[in-house]
Every structure is written in structure tokens, then in C-alpha cells.
């Protein structure tokens, strides 16, 4: 079986285009519009010799209004399926609220989460990622999806942790 990596997180943190860099794909929907990915999406990747399975979602946020929409059951339900969970967030944006809902929950399904800080082009990464360390979900990953940055340390820790 290949191991199940979901990417969650608040829309437009850039989880469609780490879902593209990993899968080498253009099946996720990569847009400046928040939520345009309404379903769930997966792919398949590979790490040298180790395959994986990527799965895209739709985002969150941690209003229970939006918990209870398509959308974010989907994710959840990724959640539920996922072996590994990477929690995207996005280092422009700063930490929001949202991210520390979406946070909580995460804690509470009891998978092996790991925190990408995503947009860190143009800061220096340590810089990029200090706030996020209030999150509580250990040390975060500098990346820049767009740019192809962190990619690869990223998933070697995550292949890793299986
Ligand atoms: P999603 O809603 O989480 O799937 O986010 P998308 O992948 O659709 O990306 C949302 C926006 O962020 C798009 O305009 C992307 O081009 C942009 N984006 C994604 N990754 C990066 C990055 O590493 N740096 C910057 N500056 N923009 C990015
Ligand atoms: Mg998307």
C-alpha cells in the first residue's frame, strides 16, 4: 500500500501547487480565487524509489459553518484517510485565527501532522516560519511551492516519519 499524504489547510495558502510540484500533474485547480478546488483530488508521487499517493482539498476555516459545508467534510474526510497530514499555511498571510482552529482539530485526529509554512520567497525562512511556532505542532517547514523551494527536505522528513 502506498502511504496517503494529505494537504489541508485555509484556501489559497497554495496547497493545489505543492499538489502539482509533487504529482507533476496539472489535475489540481490552481487559482488567486480562494476555494476553487471542490473536491478532492489525488495523485500519485514518488521520492526516489518511494511512491505516494497526494491528496489536494478544498480548505478550511475554523468556523463551524465551514466545517460543515462539502467542502470541509471532504477535507476532513482526507484527514480521516490520510497516513500523513501536512497542514499548509501561508507565510504572507500571516497566522490567523483560522489557522489556529484548524490547528486544534487537527491535534485532536491523532495523525502525524507536519506544519509547511508555505510563500516564504522574497524572507529569509526562519524569519518567515517564527510566529507559526505558536501553533503548538513542532517545527515548522520553510517552503515556496510556487518556486519548488523546501520541497525535497520536506518530503524526505515526511517518508521518513511512516
Ligand atoms: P489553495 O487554495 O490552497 O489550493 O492555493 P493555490 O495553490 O490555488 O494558490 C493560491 C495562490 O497562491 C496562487 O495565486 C498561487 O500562485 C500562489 N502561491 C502558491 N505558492 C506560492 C509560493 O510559494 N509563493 C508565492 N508568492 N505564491 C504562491
Ligand atoms: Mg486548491
Do not use: C
Not at 55 to 74: I, P, Y
Not at 106 to 129: H, I, M, P, Y
Amino acid at each position: 500500500m502506498q502511504p496517503v499524504i494529505a494537504l489541508v489547510g485555509r484556501p489559497n495558502v497554495g496547497k493545489s501547487t505543492l499538489f502539482n510540484k509533487l504529482t507533476r500533474s496539472r489535475d489540481a485547480l490552481v487559482a488567486d480565487q480562494p476555494g476553487l478546488t471542490r473536491d478532492r483530488q489525488f495523485g500519485e508521487g514518488k521520492l526516489g524509489d518511494k511512491p505516494y499517493i497526494v491528496v489536494d482539498t478544498g480548505g478550511l476555516s475554523g468556523e463551524d459553518a465551514e466545517l460543515d459545508s462539502l467542502m470541509a467534510s471532504q477535507s476532513w474526510l482526507a484527514v480521516e484517510q490520510a497516513d500523513i497530514v501536512l497542514f499548509m499555511v501561508d507565510a504572507r498571510a500571516g497566522l490567523l485565527p483560522d489557522d489556529h482552529a484548524i490547528a486544534e482539530r487537527l491535534r485532536q485526529s491523532g495523525k502525524t501532522l507536519f506544519l509547511v509554512v508555505n510563500k516564504v520567497d522574497g524572507t529569509e525562512a526562519a524569519l518567515a516560519t517564527a510566529e507559526f511556532h505558536a501553533l503548538g505542532l513542532g517545527e515548522p517547514y520553510a517552503i515556496a511551492a510556487s518556486q519548488g523551494r523546501g520541497i525535497k527536505p520536506l518530503m524526505e522528513q515526511v517518508l521518513a516519519a511512516l
